[in-house]
């Protein structure tokens, strides 16, 4: 995983997964603009951080949402056209572990708590809520960092927001 994020981060070239993904989209919607399209790819990254986040363990699950969180800002940088900088790449590995590393707090305390979840109704409740619980928590991490890449890529960069 660190490898990947290295290089992703130090090379000037987006990895090839992002490539595709970006290709794959412009097929499937040719009639949309760069930023519908930018959501599209942040609905999809999402979707699939939180089936992973429900059913994964907790190092399987931080591998993975770091390294899918990252492909979501550069794909949504390819998207917009505009050349990503070696800074811009290395603030999204770092901006992209960090969500991660906090979306798998927050799956560890949704997790605590619905094992709190009465099991003598069902001894699958606490189970089934933790899942969901964690699937809700990574996926509205992977929405995050996608609206925060769509407004710094799509809205202009360097210009502070506060």
């Not at 906090?102 to 069902?122: I, K, N, T, Y």
């Not at 928590?137 to 502070?160: C, K, P, Q, S, T």
Request: charged share 25%; with cysteine.
């Amino acid at each position: 995983m660190y490898e990947a994020l290295a290089a992703a981060a130090l090379g000037g070239n987006d990895p090839d997964r992002v490539v595709e993904a970006v290709l794959r989209a412009r097929e499937r919607y040719p009639d949309l603009s760069r930023e519908e399209l930018a959501d599209k790819l942040t609905a999809r990254a999402a979707l699939a951080c939180a089936a992973v986040g429900a059913v994964a363990s907790a190092s399987i699950d931080l591998s993975y949402q770091t390294l899918s969180l990252h492909r979501l800002v550069l794909s949504i940088a390819r998207v917009s056209g505009r050349p990503v900088t070696a800074l811009e790449r290395v603030a999204a590995v770092a901006g992209s572990l960090l969500v991660a590393a906090a979306g798998e707090g927050a799956r560890r305390v949704a997790a605590r708590a619905a094992r709190r979840l009465p099991a003598d109704r069902s001894p699958l409740l606490p189970a089934l809520g933790s899942a969901a619980a964690a699937g809700a928590v990574h996926y509205g991490a992977a929405r995050l960092i996608g609206y925060a890449a769509r407004r710094f890529f799509f809205e202009g960069r360097g210009r502070r927001r506060w």
